[in-house]
């Protein structure tokens, strides 16, 4: 397992909207330590950095660039994940690209919960290959 804690619990059982909830988490992580170990830039410009990449509309946009690396069963939660019916509407984004976002998001925390972080960094590196 390569999860910080070893607690158990099976992802595949998670609503859509729990998984996007922790792999909100672990996307934002993972774009913050990318921009910390680039370059020692101010607080203020990494943080600005970090929100373009983690907006609604970037994300959409990286989940629909990884899709056709994703196996049958990745497919299936961003599927999940992007039909997820949320309370929430999106401030600053389509309604397409919020769902979108919310796929990705939801993918990222099921393989994170899997404890698949080798996959988990296969993707994210293609994510991240044209940016930062």
Excluded: W
Aim: aromatic share 6%; proline share 3%; with cysteine.
């Amino acid at each position: 397992m390569n999860r910080f804690l070893d607690v158990p619990c099976d992802p595949a059982q998670m609503s859509a909207l729990n998984l996007a909830f922790i792999g909100d988490a672990v996307f934002d992580l993972l774009v913050r330590e990318t921009l910390v170990c680039q370059a020692n830039r101010p607080v203020r410009s990494q943080h600005a950095k970090a929100a373009s990449l983690v907006k609604a509309a970037s994300q959409a946009a990286a989940a629909k660039k990884i899709m056709p690396l994703l196996d049958e069963t990745e497919l299936a939660v961003l599927r999940r994940g992007r039909n997820a019916h949320t309370n929430h509407k999106a401030k600053n984004a389509t309604e397409s690209d919020y769902h979108y976002a919310t796929a990705l998001e939801a993918l990222l925390g099921f393989l994170y919960l899997n404890g698949q972080t080798d996959r988990l960094r296969t993707l994210f590196d293609q994510i991240m290959e044209e940016e930062a």
